[in-house]
């Protein structure tokens, strides 16, 4: 960490201070100390006024016959009576120093004198009238106030002890600096009574005094705290010259927080994208946003505290383009946790709460503040960071300014992959130490990857445990891993592969039965590239074939199997009108042939039980019938619906989740479902009535065919 401290020396100085301090210097040598002066150094806080003076004042300190320098630092003080005694309690050991051998004790009581005398009137403002003017004019109200001393020194006047310390410090070998920073930061009174000390001692000979502070904000607290219209006017009263910090320039700072950066990612190997992508954030949210050295100092702090434990599980350009927005928008900083947190409920759930798109692009444009083209320059390098954000529609007449737009599952996928700020699975990790809750981090990932290649009987305890831990936003860390594993998808070996569906084949089914679903199929049944199963296409060609066979003839799990057989079925162009180009189906001719062999096997060898306690039954149906052998799907139904028991066993296993506006989400009888398994859906929808009108059947049968019978749906 780096400490909020001025320069002390010329190494650490990173944007070439060390040549102003330089010319500084130069100027206070070259001009005459000897009466006295009082220089202010002015600029923002942050603008590097203290290293600068810090730097000249070691320049000062090396001088042969140089000044000496006193650092004053009246914060420290706890009473304003006690800062005229605590600065000439600094100044008696350098003027004892500097004074004629013989004068050492004359000066020590001088000084020790004129403090004690000064501090023990009422204020400073007290001190700086009664200069010049006899002591016996206040010898009561002084011996009210400071009690038995005034007995002591009453027959010297002020005055007189002033004019003799005068005398005194115009023998001094060298003059004395009194360098006083940060008077901006004291409290508005504390600082007016600092300025009073210095106007009362300034024009002691061969003592100088360098301030440093910003003129603007010094100025506002003087006219609040001394009740004057016009601050600036008092403050150039006290100081007779002023020397502003120069600004420091982008490219400065930007190439010290480049080299810092580069030290704390030494030793990790970074993509070319991300290298790219470090180098435009340097361009654009360090040119424009930091523009002092405390600036970068926060920055980097930032970093130091909250990257570098995490180093690597975020990507290097979101991380330091967060920091960046935290130390200079902290408003924005806010807007973007919120929006990333937003994110990663949309990765959960799939939808928004209405008009939350709308309703967060215009609180983006209220914390940006900016306006014009500064607005599209903003929202463009947002986009490079955050998904979602439509950045072109603010070049389009008449059309509203929205986020969360095109946040699909491949772009979720490719966010985790690289670890980025927009993540739903390492979001948390740039705003604390720790992963969101229901997470599962990189480490996790790939132990489990591991265990699959390694040690089967491990794995699959492993992955039954996430399917029985829920998430506290619902589903099951099951889940998470499936959805982890595709973030991993450039990292999984052919190994970890085949030994993860080995392990998947056994316990798909079950995390079917209590997954999320969106209208009742989840996701993670289907078998396209985007899902698990694309991960084939990191299995050796060599063993792609086995590893298919084997799968479809051993695994329990028929509805993870149904679901890989149907997505094929559909690109292969064997049912349906959306058959894909060979080199985009995730299946060769020759695994697709085996898969549909050893599949329909299965299911003319199956009991009935195993098949109706398949999840998503209808769907292995579909799968059965679109796969051309029609006959024995008939033939099926007809032998496992002769008694009504069994007829609505089947029906109730054969129903679709519909979202139907009136009702919301409910379980229904298609009659298109019926039609292709049925013939005429007519005719069952007769034979339930039949059912829930016969007054010999068990009541219980009699409620089930109706309900089934009121949720036929013709639409």
């Avoid at 601050?231 to 020397?243: D, P, T």
């Avoid at 030793?267 to 946003?289: A, C």
């Amino acid at each position: 960490m780096i400490g909020d401290l001025p320069l002390d020396n010329e190494e650490s100085d990173r944007l070439g201070f060390g040549a102003i301090a330089d010319q500084l210097a130069k100027a206070f040598l070259q001009n005459d100390l000897t009466d006295g002066f009082v220089i202010g150094v002015e600029g923002p806080w942050g603008s590097g006024k203290s290293s600068l003076v810090s730097l000249a004042l070691n320049r000062l300190s090396n001088e042969e016959n140089g000044p000496d320098v006193i650092r004053f630092e009246p914060w420290l003080i706890g009473g304003r009576d006690e800062l005229l005694r605590q600065l000439f309690i600094q100044l008696e050991p350098a003027v004892v120093k500097l004074a004629p051998s013989d004068a050492n004790d004359d000066v020590r009581k001088l000084l020790r004198s004129y403090a004690q005398v000064s501090s023990g009137l009422a204020t400073l403002t007290d001190a700086a009238g009664l200069l010049g003017l006899p002591w016996a004019e206040r010898i009561a109200r002084f011996a009210r106030l400071s009690g038995s001393r005034a007995s002591e020194l009453a027959n010297q006047s002020l005055s007189e002890l002033r004019q003799k310390l005068r005398s005194q410090l115009e023998k001094l070998r060298r003059p004395i600096v009194v360098f006083i920073d940060d008077l901006d930061r004291l409290e508005p009174n504390e600082a007016a009574e600092v300025l009073r000390l210095v106007r009362a001692v300034a024009d002691f000979p061969n003592v100088g005094y360098i301030l440093a502070y910003d003129p603007t904000v010094l100025a506002h607290a003087l006219e609040k705290s001394v009740s004057i219209p016009d601050g600036k006017s008092y403050l150039e009263k006290i100081v007779q010259a002023s020397f502003r910090v120069p600004l420091t320039q982008h490219f400065d700072l930007q190439n010290w927080l480049s080299s810092e950066v580069e030290e704390l990612v030494a030793g990790r190997v970074l993509t070319e994208d991300q290298k790219s992508r470090l180098s435009t954030v340097m361009e654009s949210w360090v040119n424009g946003h930091l523009a002092t050295p405390r600036d970068v100092v926060r920055v980097l702090n930032f970093l130091r505290l909250n990257w570098l434990p995490m180093i690597d599980q975020v990507d290097p350009a979101d991380a330091v383009f967060l920091q960046i927005v935290r130390t200079k928008k902290p408003k924005l900083y806010d807007w973007i946790e919120q929006y990333v947190f937003s994110l990663s409920a949309i990765g959960d759930w799939g939808m928004i709460t209405p008009n939350a798109n709308v309703h967060m692009g215009k609180k983006l444009l209220e914390v940006i503040d900016a306006e014009g083209e500064e607005v599209k320059r903003l929202i463009l390098a947002l986009q490079e960071h955050l998904t979602g954000i439509d950045a072109y529609s603010l070049y389009q007449k008449d059309k509203e300014f929205k986020v969360f737009s095109g946040f699909t599952q491949d772009e979720r996928q490719r966010l985790a992959s690289n670890m980025r700020l927009a993540s739903p699975m390492h979001f948390r990790l740039y705003f604390s130490f720790s992963s969101p809750s229901g997470a599962i981090s990189d480490a996790e990932v790939r132990d489990f990857l591991s265990l699959c290649a390694n040690d089967r009987t491990a794995a699959e305890s492993e992955f039954s445990a996430l399917i029985a831990e829920r998430r506290p936003q619902g589903g099951r860390m099951a889940e998470v891993m499936l959805y982890r594993l595709q973030s991993h998808r450039d990292q999984i070996s052919s190994e970890q592969v085949i030994g993860l569906f080995l392990v998947l084949g056994h316990h798909m089914d079950e995390l079917a039965k209590v997954a999320i679903a969106q209208l009742g199929y989840p996701d993670l049944l289907r078998g396209d590239k985007r899902q698990v199963f694309g991960l084939l296409e990191r299995v050796d060609p060599s063993k792609r074939v086995e590893l298919i066979r084997t799968i479809f003839s051993t695994a329990p799990s028929l509805a993870w199997l149904t679901g890989i057989i149907r997505s094929s079925t559909f690109a292969h162009g064997i049912y349906g009108e959306e058959a894909q180009p060979e080199d985009k189906r995730l299946l060769t001719a020759e695994e697709m042939e085996c898969a549909t062999t050893v599949y329909l096997k299965r299911l003319s060898l199956a009991d009935t039980e195993t098949l109706l306690a398949t999840p998503h039954f209808l769907s292995l149906m579909y799968a059965w019938l679109q796969l051309g052998d029609r006959k024995e799907v008939f033939a099926w139904l007809e032998r496992n619906t002769e008694t009504d028991e069994e007829f609505l066993n089947v029906l109730s296993k054969m129903t679709s989740l519909i979202d139907s506006s009136n009702e919301g989400i409910r379980h229904r009888l298609k009659t298109l479902t019926l039609e292709h398994f049925f013939g005429e859906w007519r005719e069952v929808e007769e034979r339930l009535k039949a059912i829930s009108d016969d007054g010999s059947v068990a009541s219980e049968k009699r409620v089930l065919a109706r309900e089934l019978l009121d949720g036929i749906d013709d639409t």
